[in-house]
């Protein structure tokens, strides 16, 4: 089953720790290839040296907005369709959009997981019990 996973919840209760413990758990079971999306190298060292590791501020061109970012992924996608699963932490940051506006990015990654066979796991900083529905449907 396709899906994308959100794990939310306020600063410091350990969201990227799980994302992170996802990533290396998946890369050991998955036949496809894992992908961590991150806005800074903090990460890179916590993660299996299996998994592909974007750091978006290596970047010369900012990536905001859920267009370009989903442009973005789609890139990621089509160099590599051998990819199970991609992980983004902190949406919102990397994305540089606010939650309420995520709809259109989050609407766009269910159908690239549909059409490509890949899983999202995204983390979200904020309350979970004030999310907009679109993201709780993905808890």
């Known amino acids: ?6 794990i939310c919840g ?5 969201k990227t720790k799980v994302l992170v413990d996802l990533a ?3 890369v050991d079971t998955s036949l496809g ?6 806005g800074s190298s903090q990460l890179m060292y916590d993660l299996n040296h299996k998994i592909r590791f974007i750091n978006l501020s290596e970047f010369p061109v900012n990536i905001s907005g859920s267009c370009t970012f989903l442009g ?6 089509s160099e590599n369709y051998d990819i199970s699963g991609i992980f983004i932490d902190n949406i919102t940051k990397v994305a ?8 259109e990015l989050i609407d766009g990654l269910k159908e ?10 995204i983390s ?10 679109f993201i709780k449907e993905c808890y």
């Open 124 to 133: 979200l900083e904020g309350d979970p019990n004030s999310m907009p529905d």
């Open 72 to 77: 973005f992924i789609c890139g990621v996608i």
């Open 1 to 6: 089953m396709l899906m994308i996973k959100v």
């Open 10 to 14: 306020k600063k410091g209760v350990g």
């Open 96 to 103: 540089n959009e606010e939650t309420n506006v995520l709809k």
């Open 33 to 38: 290839d894992v992908v961590f999306i991150d």
């Open 24 to 26: 290396n758990s998946l």
């Open 112 to 121: 690239l997981s549909t059409k490509y066979s890949v899983d999202f796991y």
